[in-house]
């Protein structure tokens, strides 16, 4: 588990650690690279994620499977709050934001490109709301690595 500062500097950090971990589980150098955008990807959506609050950190987990591996991006949440809320005591959204040129609010976080890139890197994908707001996805060795 890794804890960092949810600011985009800190992705290089969270990118390098996955991308050890694929290699000590024996993925591919392309299914390393496709962890490391993969990760750098979920990471800049959930860090540009608002409102953006002093203190958010983002939490990498990741666990060896039979498989590969499997991954947890966290953006935590407000620990002001301490009861899964924001300190004003609102639920977390997921939203994507954008300026005048569409309605993003009323458009799915699945409808986005980021989403689309994900899915096209990794073997599964889903969002998890524990402790915050995530992403949670696996990446498979391929038949003949790390056996």
Do not use: C
């Not at 997921?94 to 300026?99: D, F, L």
């Amino acid at each position: 588990m890794l804890t960092a500062p949810a600011h985009a500097a800190s992705l290089q950090l969270i990118r390098t650690v996955a991308a050890s971990a694929g290699a000590r589980v024996g993925l591919s150098f392309d299914d390393i690279e496709d962890l490391r955008i993969a990760v750098t990807e979920a990471g800049s959506e959930l860090i540009d994620r608002k409102p953006r609050f002093p203190g958010r950190t983002v939490t990498l987990r990741i666990a060896e499977a039979s498989d590969g591996l499997r991954v947890v991006l966290t953006l935590d949440e407000d620990p002001a709050a301490g009861d899964g809320t924001r300190a004003g005591g609102t639920a977390p959204v997921m939203t994507n934001e954008v300026g005048p040129l569409g309605d993003a609010a009323e458009r799915s976080p699945e409808d986005s490109l980021a989403w689309q890139v994900l899915l096209a890197l990794v073997d599964d994908l889903r969002f998890v709301f524990e402790g915050g707001v995530g992403l949670a996805f696996s990446k498979h060795r391929q038949d003949g690595y790390g056996t």
